[in-house]
């Protein structure tokens, strides 16, 4: 269980957190973005996907404390 002093992140942190994020996913050729939202009323960073994740292969729930969601987008294209 996270404590109160961990549960509120902020905005430095989570942007602290999508740039290893963007370090540690920019080799999975399936990531189409990597951004800040909020979850839960709290800041978290959230990693798209053009597909999902190869079987076997799995996110971790945060990075340094921010949680980390991950949604599958589909395939970005400009119009």
């Known amino acids: 269980m996270m404590s109160e002093a961990m549960s509120e992140i902020s905005l430095e942190q989570a942007q602290a957190a999508k740039k290893t994020a ?3 996913f920019k080799k999975l050729g399936s ?3 990597v951004g800040i ?3 839960r009323g709290k800041y978290a960073v ?3 996907l053009s597909e999902p994740m190869e079987p076997g292969v799995t996110m971790p729930t945060d990075i340094g404390g921010v949680p980390l ?3 599958v987008t589909g395939s970005i ?3």
């Open 69 to 71: 969601c991950v949604e």
């Open 37 to 39: 939202t909020r979850l």
């Open 31 to 33: 990531v189409t973005g």
């Open 77 to 79: 294209k400009a119009r």
């Open 22 to 24: 963007l370090r540690r």
């Open 46 to 48: 959230k990693v798209n």
